[in-house]
């Protein structure tokens, strides 16, 4: 397994921007699908952002379509969530995740990924 330490989580008002970076234990960055995540409090896990092995298409949540975008630098064996024009539904645990699919279109789904962070913690204020 993939050992994945995500950072970059604070407390912003809406409207702002934050960067959460997520950096991995692999060499082997590149063979893997890498997602990110988010729980908020009372609710289930659900898809922000995910950039695909080899082809590196980047998938997106509607909710997050045009206000966050996902990049990774395989040298380093580390993705961003770039975030901007943070909204107060944003607010919750955000998580790195790391998957070997040769169906990325799957890229969606939490069952593809079988490697997890602890998560950081984003919470936005009006």
């Known amino acids: 397994q993939v050992q994945l330490v995500e950072s970059g989580g604070g407390s912003v008002r809406a409207g702002e921007s934050l960067t959460l970076t997520c950096a991995a234990s692999t060499r082997t960055f590149d063979v893997y699908t890498v997602a990110w995540f988010r729980q908020a409090p009372e609710k289930g896990r659900e898809f922000v952002a995910a950039?695909?092995?080899?082809?590196?298409?980047?998938t997106y949540a509607d909710s997050v379509t045009g206000r966050f975008t996902i990049s990774r630098d395989n040298a380093k064996s580390t993705v961003y969530l770039q975030m901007n024009s943070l909204k107060p539904e944003d607010t919750a645990l955000y998580y790195c995740?790391?998957?070997?699919?040769?169906?990325?279109?799957?890229?969606?789904?939490?069952?593809?990924?079988?490697?997890w962070g602890q998560g950081t913690q984003v919470t936005v204020s009006l």
């Open positions: 950039t695909a092995w080899g082809t590196y298409k980047t």
């Open positions: 995740a790391t998957g070997m699919m040769t169906d990325t279109s799957r890229a969606t789904s939490e069952a593809q990924y079988n490697s």
